[in-house]
């Protein structure tokens, strides 16, 4: 395993639900990443946290909601969500500076299907 | 024009093949070029990095930059059903910017 964590990996729900994703990682890293996965398509990188603070908002619609409570831990907060909001969400890590800053470690997703 | 350009295949070879893949960009600012493997039902993993131009060997993974040309490579020698996968290749000059991904099949 990577070292990162997400939790449900499948989640099913309706466009009038509110649901939350979450991510854990184990590796000391402090910049964590939300990404966005659809089929044939390139990895759609929504928010970027680094020691905590979001820096990095890619024009991603207010239904979805980033928390970054601590550097271990991310959640993406869902509500009123469309049915082009069904795919693959990956949560990602690595540190901030240097090199290794380009290195992301990933888990296995979460597969969102909105009804 | 997208960012980086990746065919998405799928591409099918038998065991022991030499697999060839590539990518193609626009942005010239970039400086890293990794290679991520993603196994199905799983997250992507980092494969190979390179900075600038150049090549890199390991094991049975050869990655090539030639940034004057802005075309990134990875080519797999003597491949393996294991080796089975989507190959996504990724870009970065502040942040990362992915291809779409080839699906790779490795038949026995």
């Known amino acids: 395993e990577t070292g990162v964590t997400q939790t449900p990996r499948h989640l099913v729900m309706g466009m009038t639900n509110k649901k939350s994703l979450k991510c854990e990682q184990h590796?000391?890293?402090?910049?964590m990443y939300w990404y966005k996965q659809s089929a044939k398509k390139p990895l759609e990188l929504m928010f970027v946290y680094s020691l905590e603070e979001r820096v990095e908002n890619n024009s991603v619609p207010s239904r979805f909601s980033p928390e970054c409570p601590n550097s271990s831990h991310l959640f993406l907060h869902l509500h009123t969500l469309q049915p082009e909001d069904s795919a693959l969400y990956l949560c990602?890590?690595?540190?901030?500076?240097?090199?290794?800053?380009?290195?992301?470690?990933f888990g296995p997703g979460t597969r969102l299907t909105v009804t | 024009q997208k960012e980086v350009e990746q065919d998405p295949g799928p591409l099918s070879v038998p065991e022991g093949a030499i697999v060839s893949l590539n990518c193609t960009y626009s942005n010239s600012a970039f400086q890293y070029f990794m290679w991520y493997r993603q196994y199905s039902r799983k997250g992507p993993e980092l494969l190979m990095y390179?900075?600038?131009?150049g090549n890199k060997e390991d094991g049975r993974f050869t990655a090539q930059v030639d940034k004057s040309s802005k075309y990134i490579s990875l080519f797999i020698r003597d491949s393996q059903p294991s080796d089975s996968a989507t190959y996504l290749c990724?870009?970065?000059?502040?942040?990362?910017?992915f291809g779409a991904g080839t699906t790779v099949t490795v038949r026995a």
């Open positions: 590796l000391g890293h402090n910049a």
């Open positions: 990724a870009m970065s000059d502040y942040k990362l910017s």
């Open positions: 390179t900075y600038s131009s």
């Open positions: 990602a890590s690595s540190q901030t500076s240097g090199e290794s800053s380009y290195e992301q470690y």
